[in-house]
C-alpha cells in the first residue's frame, strides 16, 4: 500500500487533553507511503466520516488508519464509510490512542511520542493488509429452543409465528415450566396457569413447532446457520401418538405414593402419571426408578386398563438428529437447595432447619400450597398435621446476599413473591398474621413498589428489618429468632410455618449444555451475554441466544422480553439471504502443511477438518488440515501451535507483526 | 442518674435505661414496646460523621481501625443476624449489629462505652453465621482491649472489668490459675462498683461445698519457670498499647 | 496411641472431676495422654478479651512445649483451650511473619506440626468401632441431651469439627453406648461461659434455658464435654432452682462420665459421686 491516508481524532478532549494532535499528524506524514495525515475533532461523527471519504475519493488512498479510540467501539463505523467511499473495508485500521494512550498517561510528551508511535505500527500493519471480501455461509432457517418455561415459550411462538419452524426440547414430561406451578403472579394476581396454558397449549399445537418432551439435547455440533443438533427423547413407556389422556391408566396405578416433583414433594403422584393436568403433552409418562412392572416385572395393571394399547414397558431411549440454524437456550431455573451441601462453598443453612422441620418450606412448596390445582387445593396447611397456621414467617433472602456460605447476589423476585405470598396467605386465612424478616425491599418494576405497600398496608403483613439467626422446634410451635434493626432489638417469633425464600439458582446441568454450545458462563453457572448492556440475549457464540433465567435471576416479564428479543434476534439471521462472517480469519497453507493436525486438537472453536488434497480427477495428493471458513473466530490459536508455520491469521500474518514491532526500533 | 451509652456526651438524663428487651410474639407476653419505642424515639445525639480522617493525635481510632482490620468490619450491611443469634442480645443497650454501626460512623467511643462489649459472653454464634464473614467476636475483643486502654470502659460494667483484670494478674503471677486468689482479688477489686459487703461473702458457702468434694485447692498451682511467663506478659505490652 | 495432655487451669482447679474422669476412662481404653510439663495457662476468656497479643502468645507457648516435648499430637479436653490453641496455630500458619514475631515472644519455636484434639476427637481418634466391643453395662435408661457448648464447633473455621448448627458427633457415641441421647433445641447454645462470678445473672438465666430445653426434650440427664458449662448447668443447678422456682435434678455427666460408666468403671472411680447433683439412685 503507498497512498496510506491517517486520520487522527480529538475524540474532544478524551485524546487532544493528553495527547498533541496535531503534532502526531504531522509526525504521521512523513512515514513513507502516508499520502495525507489530518485530523479533526470527532472522526466518529458525520463531518469526520465525510471527511474521510473525501480524502479517499480525492487523494486515492489505498488505505487508511484511524487513530482514535478502541476498535471495539467504531472499526464497523469506519469500515462502512471506507466502503461507501468505494475502499476494501478490510483496508481500515484503528490505531489505538485512547485507551491504550490518552486515558492512561498524563504526561503530555510521553503520550504524544507513544501515540506517534502506536500510528506508525499501524500504518506498517496496514501496508501489508489484504482486500478482503465477507465470508458467506448458507443458513438453515429452523430454530432449536432449549427449555419449555415461559421465556421457551414465548420465543418459540415468536419464531414460529414469523413463519420459522421451530424444534423445542423440554426435559420435564411437559413444558410449563416453573410458571405452571405458580399460584397467582405480582403485581396483578393474574392465575399464573390460567395465562400460560393457552400458551402451551399453542405451542403444543402449532403447526411450525415441534415439540420434544421428555428429552434432552445431547450434543450440538456446527456452526451458525448449520447445526446439527443430537436430541434424546428418554423413554416414556407411553406412546403418545396412541394414548388419548383418558387417565385410566393412573387412576388404576396402585403405587401412588411417589414424591411429586412438579409439587416440590409436597404432594404425591403414581409411579405412571401426568406431572399436572394442564400439562402439554397431556399424556402420561411412568416413572421407571419406582414402577413395579419396570423394576421386577410384577403390577402392568395399566396396560391392561389402556383401551388404546399405548403403554409399551419395551420403550428404550430414542436419539434423533435435527438440523437448525439458531438455538435459544431457556432452561430456566432452580431453588438454591437450602439443606444440604451442594458445591464448593455452597453447604445450605442447618441453622434453618430445612429439611428437619417439616413446616419449614421453600417459597416454591408455599406456591404449590396456595395453589389450588396443589397438593391442598389451595388451603392452607402445615404439612405436619394438616392445621391451618395461624402465624407465618416469611424469611428473605435464604442463600441469596450470603458471601459467607451462599450466594453474593441477589436473587431478585424474592421480595415480590414474598409480597405476593403474605397478601395470598391473608386472602385465604382471614385470621392469620404474615410475618416477614427482609434486609431490603427490592421492587423496582411496574406497580411493584405500590403492590408492596399494598401487602403491608392492606392486608396487614408484618415487616422485620434483620436476618433470622436460628429456627428451633418447641410443643409444636417454630421458634423464630430474628432482629428488627430498625427497633434495634431481637424479635423472636411463634410461627406455625416458615417459609424460606430460596435464591434462585440455573438449572442443573447447564453447565454441560453451555459446553456444548460453546457458551461462556459465569461462576454461578449463568451463562454469559456478549454485552451487559447492549447485548444481553447474545452469546459469544454466533447464532446461540439465551433468554430468561438461565442468564440471571428475572421476572416473568423481563423473561417474556429477553424472549422475544431472543427470537428477534433469530428471525435477523433468517431474514438474510445467506449470512456473512468476518473474513479474518485463520488460513492454512496446504502446500507447506505437515497434516501433524496441532491445530485441530486445539483449535477452541473446533473450526478446523481434517481433509484431503486431491487432484482434480480425485487421486490423493496429501492430507491437510483446513479452516472451516464457517466456524472460524480467528483466534489464532492454531497459528501458535502450528510447527511449520502453515498456518497464518489473516490481516495478522507474521510478517506484519514484525514489521508492527520493527517500526518501533 | 441513668447514664445510657451516650452519657458521657449528654448530661441531661434520657429516658429510664431499662434494656431493650425482645419483641416475643405468639403465646409468650408481647412486652416492652413502649421502651423500645421509646428508646427509638429518644434519639439523643446526632451523628456528625467526620468528612476528613481523623487526624494521627487521636490514637484511640487509629489503634481500634489497625486492630479492628482482620474483622472486616467494614463489610458489614447491618443485616442483624448476629443481633438475632446472640444470647444476651435482649439485655444491652446496644445491640451487636448497632455496635458494628457505631463503628461504621465514626462513633468509636460510643462503642467502647457500651455495656455490650462486657455482656458478650464470646459464644462465637455472631462470627459463625455472618453473611459477610465479618467477626462480630473479634470486634467485640477488640473494643474490650482498646477500651479499657483508654479509660472508656462503661462504669456500669467495672464487676467485670474487675473479674478479668484479676485473672490476668493471677496468669501473670502464677502462669496458671489460683482460684482462691483470682476470687479474692477480684472480689476487692470489684467492692467499690458493687457496693456491698454482702458480695464479698456471697460464694463463701460454695467453699466448703467445694472442700467437701475435693475440689478446693487453698494452695493454686505454680509455673516452675514464673519469670518466663512474665516476661511474656510485658512483651505483650500488659495491656498497654503505644 | 502417644498423647499430650494439656489439662488447662479448670481441669487442676476446681474441675479436676472431669481430670479424675478422664484419667479413668481412657486409662480403660488403654490410653495414657501425658501430661505435658510447664504448660502455663492459656489466656482464656481474659486474654483474649484483654489482650490480642498475649491471647496468640499464651496458647502458642505450649503448643511449642508439647512439640519441644517430642509430641505430635495433643488432648485439651477444655473446649476454651483448645479453641484457643487452635486459633493460635492457624493465626500463625497463615501469617510467617506473626509466627517469628511470637517465636521470639514466647522464647521458644512453635512449628505448627502439632495436632490439637478435642475429647470427642480422642474418641474418633480410638475408633467407635473398638471401643464399642468393650462396653460392659449398655446405658439403656440414659436419655443425655447432649450438650456441645459454644466452642467445640465454632468457630468453624477455627476449629473445624463437626455440623455448628446441626452436630452429631457426641449423640453417635451416645448411640454407640447404648443410650437413647434426645433430639433437644439447644445444643450448641451458650450457658454463660466465664461470667459465673462476674454476672451471675447471665449464667442463671442462659443456663436454665438449656436445662427447660433439655427436660422438655424429654432428658433424663445431659451430658457435655467442657468443664465451664459442667459448673454452670451443675454446681450452680441449685441457684436456677432457686431462682427460677422451677426443679431440674439433672445430673450432668461429662462425656468421659458416660464413656466409662458403659465401660464397668465405677460412679466413685470416675468422680461423678463428686458432683453436685447427684446420680438418681
Not at chain 1, 540 to 546: E, S
Not at chain 1, 629 to 652: D, H, Y
Not at chain 3, 160 to 167: A, L, N, R, T
Not at chain 3, 245 to 256: A, D, K, M, S, V
Amino acid at each position: 500500500m503507498s497512498r496510506i491516508g491517517v486520520f487522527v481524532c480529538w475524540c474532544g478532549e478524551n485524546i487532544a487533553r493528553t495527547v498533541d494532535v496535531a503534532e502526531v499528524a504531522s509526525a504521521a506524514a512523513k512515514i513513507p507511503g502516508v499520502r495525507c495525515s489530518v485530523h479533526y475533532k470527532y472522526m466518529c461523527s458525520d463531518p469526520g466520516q465525510a471527511m474521510i471519504r473525501e480524502k479517499i475519493e480525492s487523494e486515492k488512498l489505498d488505505a487508511v488508519v484511524v487513530a482514535s479510540c478502541s476498535p471495539h467501539m467504531h472499526l464497523k463505523t469506519f469500515r462502512k464509510t471506507a466502503q461507501r467511499a468505494g475502499l476494501n473495508p478490510y483496508l481500515v485500521e484503528m490505531a489505538n490512542i485512547r485507551e491504550h494512550c490518552s486515558w492512561v498517561h498524563h504526561q503530555r510528551g510521553e503520550a504524544t511520542a507513544k501515540a506517534a508511535e502506536i500510528i506508525r505500527m499501524s500504518v506498517e500493519k496496514v501496508r501489508q493488509n489484504h482486500a478482503l471480501q465477507a465470508i458467506r455461509v448458507p443458513v438453515t432457517r429452523r430454530a432449536l429452543v432449549i427449555g419449555g418455561g415461559v421465556a421457551g415459550i414465548q420465543a418459540a411462538l415468536d419464531i414460529a409465528d414469523a413463519g420459522y419452524e421451530v424444534v423445542m426440547v423440554e426435559r420435564e414430561p411437559s413444558i410449563g415450566g416453573k410458571m405452571a406451578g405458580l399460584s397467582e403472579t405480582f403485581p396483578t394476581l393474574d392465575c399464573s396457569q390460567c395465562i400460560l396454558t393457552p400458551r402451551m397449549v399453542e405451542v403444543g399445537q402449532h403447526p411450525r413447532i415441534k415439540l420434544y418432551s421428555y428429552s434432552e439435547v445431547e450434543a450440538v455440533d456446527g456452526f451458525v446457520g448449520n447445526f446439527t443438533a443430537k436430541i434424546r427423547q428418554k423413554a416414556r413407556y407411553v406412546d403418545i401418538s396412541k394414548c388419548t389422556g383418558c387417565g385410566e391408566c393412573w387412576n388404576v396405578c396402585p403405587l401412588k405414593r411417589n414424591p411429586s416433583e412438579f409439587d416440590f414433594k409436597m404432594g404425591m403422584r403414581p409411579a405412571i402419571y401426568v406431572p399436572f393436568p394442564q400439562a402439554v403433552p397431556a399424556r402420561p409418562v411412568i416413572d421407571s426408578k419406582t414402577c413395579a412392572k419396570l423394576i421386577r416385572n410384577g403390577c402392568g395393571l395399566c396396560e391392561k386398563k389402556c383401551q388404546a394399547g399405548a403403554i409399551n414397558f419395551k420403550d428404550t431411549d430414542r436419539v434423533v438428529e435435527e438440523k437448525i440454524g439458531a438455538v435459544v437456550v431457556a432452561t430456566g431455573f432452580q431453588l438454591y437447595g437450602i439443606g444440604k451441601k451442594q458445591n464448593g462453598k455452597l453447604v445450605g443453612y442447618g441453622e434453618y432447619g430445612y429439611g428437619k422441620y417439616k413446616d419449614v418450606i421453600d417459597s416454591l412448596q408455599f406456591e404449590r400450597l396456595v395453589s389450588a390445582s396443589g397438593p391442598t387445593n389451595g388451603a392452607i396447611k402445615r404439612p405436619s398435621d394438616g392445621k391451618e397456621p395461624k402465624n407465618v414467617v416469611f424469611i428473605s433472602c435464604v442463600g441469596s446476599r450470603d458471601n459467607a456460605k451462599g450466594l453474593s447476589y441477589c436473587s431478585k423476585i424474592c421480595c415480590m413473591y414474598t409480597a405476593k405470598h403474605t397478601m395470598l396467605y391473608k386472602h385465604k386465612v382471614h385470621d392469620g398474621q404474615a410475618h416477614v424478616f427482609y434486609m431490603d425491599i427490592r421492587s423496582g418494576g411496574k406497580g411493584y413498589e405500590e403492590f408492596v405497600r399494598r401487602a403491608i398496608e392492606q392486608d396487614g403483613a408484618k415487616y422485620y428489618r434483620g436476618r433470622v439467626s436460628k429456627i428451633t422446634e418447641q410443643n409444636g410451635k417454630l421458634i423464630v429468632r430474628g432482629a428488627d434493626t430498625l427497633a434495634g432489638t431481637p424479635v423472636t417469633i411463634e410461627a406455625d410455618l416458615v417459609v424460606l425464600a430460596a435464591a434462585m439458582r440455573p438449572a442443573p446441568g447447564v453447565t454441560d449444555l453451555a459446553r456444548m454450545l460453546n457458551v461462556g458462563y459465569d461462576e454461578h453457572g449463568f451463562l454469559l451475554e456478549s454485552h451487559p448492556k447492549l447485548r444481553p440475549v447474545e452469546t459469544n457464540a454466533a447464532g446461540v441466544f439465551i433468554c430468561g433465567a438461565c442468564h440471571s435471576p428475572k421476572d416473568i416479564p423481563e423473561s417474556v422480553a429477553q424472549a422475544s428479543a431472543a427470537a428477534a434476534k433469530t428471525q435477523i439471521l433468517f431474514a438474510a439471504e445467506e449470512l456473512t462472517r468476518e473474513p479474518e480469519i485463520a488460513q492454512i497453507n496446504e502446500q507447506t502443511c505437515a497434516a501433524c493436525y496441532a491445530c485441530y486438537r486445539t483449535c477452541p472453536y473446533h473450526a478446523i477438518e481434517q481433509a484431503e488434497v486431491r487432484t482434480p480427477r480425485g487421486v490423493f495428493v496429501k492430507k491437510t488440515a483446513r479452516v472451516n471458513p464457517g466456524l472460524c473466530m480467528g483466534c489464532g490459536t492454531c497459528v501458535a501451535a502450528c510447527p511449520s508455520k502453515s498456518a497464518e491469521l489473516e490481516g495478522f500474518t507474521e510478517q506484519q507483526i514484525y514489521s508492527m514491532v520493527e517500526s518501533l526500533a | 442518674m441513668a447514664l445510657g451509652p451516650y452519657g458521657s456526651r449528654h448530661p441531661r438524663p434520657l429516658v429510664s435505661l431499662s434494656p431493650v428487651r425482645t419483641i416475643t410474639i405468639g403465646s409468650r407476653v408481647v412486652f416492652s414496646t413502649a421502651c423500645c419505642l421509646a428508646l427509638a424515639f429518644a434519639t439523643p445525639t446526632e451523628t456528625t460523621v467526620p468528612v476528613e480522617l481523623p487526624a494521627p493525635e487521636n490514637a484511640s481510632c487509629n489503634v481500634l481501625t489497625k486492630i479492628l482490620a482482620p474483622t472486616h468490619w467494614t463489610d458489614c450491611y447491618q443485616c442483624g443476624k448476629c443481633t438475632a443469634g446472640c444470647p444476651v442480645a435482649a439485655a444491652v443497650d446496644m445491640t451487636p449489629n448497632q455496635v458494628v454501626r457505631a463503628l461504621q460512623l465514626g462513633n468509636f467511643e460510643i462503642a467502647m462505652a457500651s455495656d455490650t462489649i462486657w455482656a458478650c459472653v464470646s459464644c462465637q454464634t455472631c462470627s459463625t453465621r455472618c453473611p459477610q464473614s465479618v467477626d462480630c467476636a473479634g470486634i467485640m475483643d477488640a473494643l474490650r482491649e482498646v477500651s479499657l486502654e483508654r479509660g472508656l470502659a462503661s462504669p456500669a460494667q467495672k464487676t467485670v472489668v474487675a473479674f478479668q483484670q484479676a485473672f490476668l494478674n493471677n496468669i501473670r503471677r502464677n502462669g496458671r490459675l489460683d482460684e482462691i486468689e483470682l476470687i479474692a482479688e477480684f472480689k476487692l477489686r470489684a467492692l467499690p462498683s458493687e457496693r456491698n459487703l454482702g458480695f464479698l461473702f456471697k460464694d463463701a458457702s460454695l467453699a466448703p461445698q467445694l472442700q467437701m468434694r475435693r475440689k478446693l485447692h487453698l494452695r493454686g498451682e505454680k509455673v516452675k519457670d514464673r519469670p518466663i511467663v512474665r516476661r511474656i506478659f510485658e512483651r505483650c505490652g500488659d495491656g498497654k498499647h503505644g | 496411641m502417644k498423647l499430650a495432655y494439656y489439662p488447662g487451669c479448670a481441669l487442676h482447679g476446681s474441675s479436676n472431676d472431669y481430670e479424675q474422669s478422664l484419667r479413668a476412662c481412657l486409662g480403660k481404653l488403654e490410653v495414657e495422654p501425658q501430661e505435658i510439663k510447664e504448660w502455663i495457662c492459656c489466656g482464656a476468656t481474659a486474654a483474649h478479651a484483654l489482650n490480642h497479643k498475649l491471647s496468640i502468645a499464651l496458647p502458642a507457648r505450649n503448643l511449642a512445649l508439647a512439640e519441644q516435648q517430642g509430641f505430635e499430637d495433643m488432648l485439651a479436653p477444655c473446649p476454651m483451650c483448645s479453641m484457643q490453641l487452635l486459633k493460635a496455630a492457624k493465626l500463625m500458619d497463615e501469617d510467617a511473619g506473626l509466627r517469628r514475631e511470637i517465636s521470639s515472644v514466647i522464647e521458644v519455636e512453635a512449628s505448627g506440626r502439632l495436632q490439637v484434639l478435642n475429647l470427642i476427637q480422642v474418641f474418633q481418634r480410638i475408633g467407635l468401632d473398638r471401643i464399642k466391643p468393650a462396653v460392659k453395662k449398655p446405658l439403656a435408661d440414659l436419655k443425655p441431651a447432649c450438650y456441645y457448648g459454644c466452642l467445640l464447633t465454632r468457630p468453624p473455621d477455627v476449629v473445624k469439627f463437626d455440623d455448628p448448627e446441626q452436630p452429631s458427633s457426641m449423640e453417635a457415641i451416645m448411640a454407640m453406648l447404648g443410650a437413647k441421647p434426645v433430639d433437644w433445641n439447644y445444643r450448641t447454645e451458650c450457658c454463660g461461659a466465664g461470667m459465673t462470678m462476674a454476672k451471675e445473672a447471665t449464667v442463671l438465666e442462659l443456663s436454665q434455658r438449656i436445662l427447660a430445653d433439655a427436660r422438655e426434650h424429654g432428658a433424663n440427664c445431659l451430658v457435655t464435654a467442657c468443664p465451664m458449662c459442667h459448673v454452670n448447668l451443675d454446681m450452680k443447678q441449685g441457684d436456677i432452682e432457686q431462682r427460677y422456682g422451677t426443679r431440674f435434678g439433672l445430673p450432668i455427666y461429662y462425656l468421659t462420665d458416660v464413656v466409662g460408666l458403659a465401660l464397668g468403671l465405677s460412679s466413685e472411680e470416675l468422680g461423678i459421686d463428686r458432683h453436685f447433683v447427684k446420680q438418681p439412685q
